[in-house]
């Protein structure tokens, strides 16, 4: 890789593409496809609403619940942090990526008819939410970028709390007298989010083992 002319930041020599831009456009993908997504798995139809199509809601619920989890929220806020790799960008771009995500999910749910005009007024405390919290994620994301032992729990923050989440919320055994389709979907999406922390969990230790004999 090159540098500019100012010095600053690296460039991609292939492309001549600075690697911030590179890394602000991964970012603002991520946010689009979180936000777009999860905005589209909350669509449901009339045969849906009336009991017709079981099976597909099972699957509808299960793909929303993942996709509206606090652990792939977390995810996003992170991973700006981990792409930006420096204090202050980091922090903010936490911060400006949850906020984002909220704005392209609530836009987009808005703007194609699957949620009401209410939809901003009602879900204030999630803007808040996204400032208060994702901005110490972002910094996170910072950290999970080393490669000492800070570096290390750092990067274990989003698999633990796949683990940890599905039992916070009660995922893995929801109450009988929900709807079966709102239990089962409950049930998959919480060993889907167990299954892939834990594997989340296994990669992290694993690398960090071979870092640490690398140094060795």
């Keep these: 890789m090159n540098r500019d002319d100012r010095g600053s930041r690296p460039w991609n020599a292939g492309s001549g593409e600075p690697v911030l831009w590179r890394d602000v456009r991964q970012i603002l993908t991520v946010c689009l496809v979180?936000?777009?997504?999860?905005?589209?798995?909350?669509?449901?139809?009339?045969?849906?609403?009336?009991?017709?199509?079981?099976a597909y809601s099972v699957v509808r619920k299960t793909v929303s619940k993942l996709l509206s989890s606090g652990t792939i929220w977390a995810a996003v806020a992170v991973f700006a942090g981990y792409r930006l790799r420096r204090p202050l960008p980091s922090?903010?771009?936490?911060?400006?990526?949850?906020?984002?995500?909220?704005?392209?999910?609530?836009?987009f749910g808005r703007m194609v008819g699957i949620?009401?005009?209410?939809?901003?007024?009602?879900?204030?405390?999630?803007?808040?939410?996204?400032?208060?919290?994702?901005?110490?994620?972002?910094?996170?994301?910072?950290?999970?970028?080393?490669?000492?032992r800070t570096g290390v729990v750092a990067s274990l923050l989003v698999p633990v709390g796949a683990v940890a989440e599905p039992q916070l919320l009660h995922m893995l055994s929801?109450?009988?007298l929900l709807p079966w389709p709102e239990r089962w979907s409950s049930v998959i999406s919480g060993v889907i989010l167990v299954v892939a922390g834990l594997a989340g969990t296994v990669i992290v230790l694993w690398r960090a083992r071979g870092s640490s004999r690398r140094a060795a």
């Design 115 to 148: 949620y009401p005009d209410t939809i901003w007024r009602d879900n204030l405390v999630w803007f808040y939410a996204g400032v208060l919290l994702c901005v110490p994620l972002g910094l996170c994301g910072l950290l999970a970028a080393r490669t000492d």
């Design 91 to 107: 922090a903010l771009g936490g911060g400006v990526a949850a906020e984002l995500t909220l704005i392209i999910h609530y836009g």
């Design 174 to 176: 929801p109450p009988q």
């Design 34 to 54: 979180v936000g777009v997504l999860s905005a589209v798995s909350n669509w449901t139809s009339t045969a849906e609403l009336s009991g017709q199509l079981t």
